[in-house]
T-cell receptor, first 113, second 114 residues
């Protein structure tokens, strides 16, 4: 079955530290991959997307993600966390010829001063 | 930048009542979606809509649910007879296309069933 798993429902980092949010998918064909961010009381905002043009994808707010087919992963990173990065982050996949997004459980990122 | 707008932001309804959630997708988008997020759980797909008909729906989207695009700009989700378990945040999304085209989300409607 097609699925998305985000390891860690809650990640806490210090300001200035590396952010690493993990996402793995399960599928027989490579999907299209997305990361969304949700700030409190707001909708889902697209951070970045993987579309097979390049395995390392750069997004907004200094985030980037690397697609690793052998590991079926699409982990999200940011070299230096900022207080404003505190939010919930969702990995989502969309399979070829499909429309719907399948979301992971979400990871809440906290940033300590 | 164009955005998806949803109204109301919060809806409180008695169990058994009908509720209509409204969305205005981005104007040149062709695909429309509803998702829901029960408190503390993941975002779940409900239904997708293209060319004035439902293209896909989940098992959550039973006979109590319906969608409509009545006037070429609004996209509505109707729940005919609400249940307590319908309490959730409902998100509307739209996209230009499928596959690698991202979906753009509204801020959601928080539906509370009493």
């Amino acid at each position: 079955a097609q699925s998305v798993t985000q390891l860690g429902s809650h990640v806490s980092v210090s300001e200035g530290a590396l952010v690493l949010l993990r996402c793995n998918y399960s599928s027989s064909v490579p999907p299209y991959l997305f990361w969304y961010v949700q700030y409190p009381n707001q909708g889902l905002q697209l951070l970045l997307k993987y579309t097979s043009a390049a395995t390392l994808v750069k997004g907004i707010n200094g985030f980037e993600a690397e697609f690793k087919k052998s590991e079926t992963s699409f982990h999200l990173t940011k070299p230096s966390a900022h207080m404003s990065d505190a939010a919930e982050y969702f990995c989502a996949v969309r399979f070829p010829q499909g429309g719907k997004l399948i979301f992971g459980q979400g990871t809440e990122l906290s940033v300590k001063p | 930048e164009p955005e998806v707008t949803q109204t109301p932001s919060h809806q409180v309804t008695q169990m058994g009542q009908e509720v209509i959630l409204r969305c205005v997708p981005i104007s040149n988008h062709l695909y429309f979606y509803w998702y829901r997020q029960i408190l503390g759980q993941k975002v779940e797909f409900l239904v997708s809509f293209y060319n004035n008909e439902i293209s896909e729906k989940s098992e959550i989207f039973d006979d109590q649910f319906s969608v409509e695009r009545p006037d070429g700009s609004n996209f509505t989700l109707k729940i005919r007879s609400t249940k307590l378990e319908d309490s959730a945040m409902y998100f509307c999304a739209s996209s230009v296309g499928q596959n690698n085209q991202p979906q753009h989300f509204g801020d959601g409607t928080r539906l509370s069933i009493l």
